[in-house]
C-alpha cells in the first residue's frame, strides 16, 4: 500500500517470488497466485499438456458457512455482502420516502 500511496516504484516480481518463497516454508499453506499463473500461462499460450487440473477439496469451495466465517451476511436481496456495509435500498417509483415528502 505505501508503494501505491507514495507512487513508489516497486518490483512486483521480486514481491510475488518473495511471498512464493514464505508459503513454501509453512506446511498448511498453498502456493500463492495459482490462478494469475495459470491466466498468464494460457494467454502465453504455454504449453499444459500432461498437467492434471485438480477440482478443489470441498473444505476449499466457498458456501454459505465459509462466507459467514469470512464476515458475510446475506441481505433482504439474498446477496452477499460484508457484515457492517450497509446497501442502499432499492426505491419503488411513485412511492416517496419521508425525506422526500417533506420537502
Request: charge should be positive; glycine fraction near 8%.
Amino acid at each position: 500500500m505505501y508503494c501505491l500511496i507514495t507512487r513508489t516504484h516497486m518490483n512486483l516480481g521480486h514481491l510475488m517470488l518473495n511471498h512464493m518463497k514464505a508459503a513454501t516454508e509453512k506446511k498448511k499453506q498453498g502456493l500463492p497466485y495459482g490462478m494469475f499463473f495459470t491466466h498468464m500461462f494460457h494467454a502465453l499460450e504455454v504449453d499444459m499438456t500432461g498437467e492434471v487440473r485438480e477440482k478443489p477439496k470441498e473444505s476449499k469451495e466457498y458456501n454459505k458457512k465459509t462466507l459467514r466465517l469470512m464476515g458475510f451476511m446475506q441481505n433482504e436481496d439474498g446477496e452477499w455482502v460484508k457484515k457492517g456495509v450497509v446497501t442502499p435500498q432499492k426505491k419503488e417509483q411513485g412511492v416517496l420516502n419521508e425525506e422526500e415528502s417533506e420537502r
